[in-house]
């Protein structure tokens, strides 16, 4: 008899334990992006400098399990009427700002902003661009989303090539959330239910 409470004590515990885990596993991420350029004459959508133009093109809304690796918009560098081979400057004092707009599973907005800087040519092309975000890590309600970036904290931006003119540099992130209240007191539900089995083995 003795057996049979301890057996069905752990099987509560463990249960009560799996459950609690399986929403922060299943979570879900809702959101869509927006981007701005300030300073430097670029116009909130785009900068112009020397044949070259910069702008960036947003998600809309989307949906993701927690801990994938998700796009948040893309950089998109154009060759207008630049002089093929020169190297041309990025223009100086441009902000970037990417804003994510967060439904789900909080509501909420966070932004990503940094400079832009460096330079770049086309046919040959080459790029030094890069974009210098503060924070790297930003947190909406239960949702976390950590840059991809280099090893020395920025956001490299490709430049048009030949055969792909505009070209488009995707940022991407990793977003992860946090276990709801609720799953976290069903995990110590089945913590707790597992004590008595605990205590009684030790007594033994």
């Known amino acids: 008899m003795e057996t049979r409470r301890m057996t069905r004590a752990v099987l509560i515990g463990v249960a009560a334990v799996s459950l609690g885990s399986l929403p922060a596993q299943s979570q ?3 959101f869509s992006t927006t981007g701005a ?20 093109t947003p998600v809309g809304s989307n949906t993701f399990l927690s ?11 154009q ?13 100086s004092g441009v902000l970037f700002t990417l804003t994510i707009n967060q439904t789900d599973p909080s509501g909420g907005t966070g932004s990503f902003v940094g400079s832009v800087s460096g330079t770049v040519s086309f046919n040959p092309s080459f790029s030094s661009l890069v974009w210098m975000p503060s924070p790297n890590n930003l947190n909406i309600g239960l949702a976390n989303y950590r840059l991809v970036l280099d090893n020395t904290g920025n956001f490299n931006i490709e430049a048009p090539i030949a055969s792909q003119n505009p070209n488009a540099t995707v940022v991407k992130a990793f977003v992860t959330t946090t ?17 008595p089995v605990i205590r009684r083995r030790r007594l033994s």
């Open 67 to 77: 801990g994938s690796l998700v796009d948040l918009g893309s950089f998109v560098t």
């Open 79 to 91: 060759c207008v009427s630049c002089t093929l081979g020169s190297i041309q400057s990025f223009p």
């Open 179 to 195: 276990p709801e209240p609720s799953s976290m007191a069903l995990m110590a539900t089945g913590i707790v239910g597992l004590v």
């Open 37 to 56: 350029f300030s300073g430097g004459g670029c116009s909130t959508t785009s900068c112009a400098f020397d044949g070259f133009t910069m702008s960036f």
């Open 28 to 30: 879900t991420v809702t």
